[in-house]
């Protein structure tokens, strides 16, 4: 069964039946979030499961222990002239047009908050299309 310990993954190993720790990474690859859970046993089983998407569950709240939050802010006077193209962004991720509006009134306001990977790609995504954003690392969960 698998359970979380801090900011690793604990379950039965494959091999052996013994505790396996897993340490689950998100990255940003090809414009994209690739996830993976790198694992080890000590009795010498090892690997990785990647896929692409974020982390969710367990494997997200562990990855989030490790390495905390993040948040992704724009100002809403310099990006004033350019805010359909921001709102474009929101929806081309498949929000609604109310959706978008709320993401980019969170993005004006306090910021968006998520994992460093994701946060990342908002922002890259939103500097392509002519946006003025920051992000910082270390955000409080």
């Known amino acids: 069964m698998l359970r979380r310990e801090g900011d690793v993954l604990l379950a039965p190993c494959a091999q052996c039946g013994g505790i396996s720790r897993s340490w689950p990474e998100e990255s940003v690859i090809y414009g994209r979030i690739e996830s993976s859970v790198s694992m080890q046993c000590d009795c010498g089983a090892e690997g990785v499961a990647c896929d692409w998407g974020p982390l969710i569950g367990i494997a997200r709240e562990a990855f989030i222990a490790r390495v905390g939050l993040a948040r992704v802010h724009a100002d809403p006077e310099v990006n004033r002239p350019v805010r359909v193209r921001l709102l474009a962004v929101f929806r081309r991720d498949g929000m609604t047009i109310a959706e978008a509006v709320d993401a980019y009134a969170r993005l004006t306001g306090d910021g968006i908050i998520d994992t460093p990977a994701v946060t990342q790609l908002l922002a890259d ?11 910082a690392a270390g955000t409080p969960s």
Not at 125 to 135: E, H, I
């Open 125 to 135: 995504r939103l500097a392509a299309a002519g946006g003025a954003v920051t992000t």
